[in-house]
């Protein structure tokens, strides 16, 4: 019996668009909500979220069964958090900060077992492996893992060739409002400036047969990117969508005039 099959990997492969949502909200409530809205993919935020292991895997666990498949975004990409990820069910990680083809070489060699990686051996401890129940977990988990690596700054960028064409590596995702910041313009992921690199950066991607992704707010920019090949677009986050709704909720409240009542017999009808 293998791993479980990577269908997110495998549509990848395919060139098929996907489209997803982050979740940075560290709660497996909300998770779960999300879990049944019929995205393709839900990103677990512990880079710019309050996350920590045992949140990620209650997480993944509200996630089982959904049609939604998890993506774990670390803090940052080192050895022992990624064998950590691997080790409670993530098969998908997303990797920020990559800036060069040598770092992207020891993110795929954190993601593998010996002899082709460094990964820890502790699956019968695992929930990946369920518990010991998967009995070729070992000789099956490496083709199962898909590896994601984040490219958002001018240093990534001119790393960008080196770091797709590492042997591995799954997709490219640009990350616009970091790379926006290092090319000077803080809070204007739109800048046009920033947007030609961005196009750039999907194009280049895309030349080395791999899967290119980017996480934007702005609908008709992320179809933009989907027309331009990107296959992994995140469409929003679930902080702003809570945060947007609350706002509206109460300026709908202050806005809206009370209903008339037509009173008979002291029953409002």
């Known amino acids: 019996m293998p791993a479980p099959v990577n269908r997110f990997k495998q549509t990848l492969k395919e060139g098929q668009v996907q489209i997803g949502l982050w979740q940075a909200l560290a709660n497996p409530y909300t ?25 990620l895997l209650a997480q993944l666990q509200a996630m ?9 975004r670390p803090p940052i990409g080192e050895t022992w958090i990624i064998k950590q990820l691997l080790d409670i069910g993530a098969q998908t990680l997303l990797i920020p900060m990559v800036e060069s083809g040598a770092q992207a070489a020891d993110l795929v060699k954190a993601t593998r077992y010996p002899p082709h990686g ?23 988990a490496n083709d199962e893992i898909c590896l994601l690596l984040q490219v958002e700054s001018r240093a990534g960028l001119a790393a960008l060739d080196d770091i797709a064409e590492t042997d591995g590596v799954d997709g490219v995702f640009i990350g616009p409002a970091d790379l926006a910041a290092d090319m000077g313009f803080l809070g204007q992921p739109g800048a046009p400036e920033v947007q030609a690199e961005v196009e750039k950066a999907l194009a280049r991607i895309q030349s080395h047969g791999k899967a290119a992704g980017i996480l934007i707010g ?7 990117y989907v027309e331009l090949g990107a296959t992994f677009v995140a469409i929003g ?33």
């Open 31 to 55: 998770v779960e909500i999300c879990a049944g809205a019929g995205y393709d993919w839900l990103l677990l935020d512990a880079e710019h979220a309050p996350n920590d292991i045992p949140l």
């Open 64 to 72: 089982q069964g959904s049609p939604s498949h998890p993506i774990i």
């Open 118 to 140: 460094v990964r820890g051996v502790g699956a019968a401890l695992a929930r990946a492996s369920r518990f010991n129940r998967i009995p070729d977990y070992l000789q099956t």
């Open 218 to 224: 702005d609908l008709a920019l992320a179809k933009r």
């Open 237 to 269: 986050n679930d902080v702003t969508l809570f945060a947007n709704a609350t706002n509206k909720l109460l300026a709908d409240f202050k806005s809206v005039q009370p209903i008339a009542a037509s009173w008979a017999g002291g029953q409002v009808y």
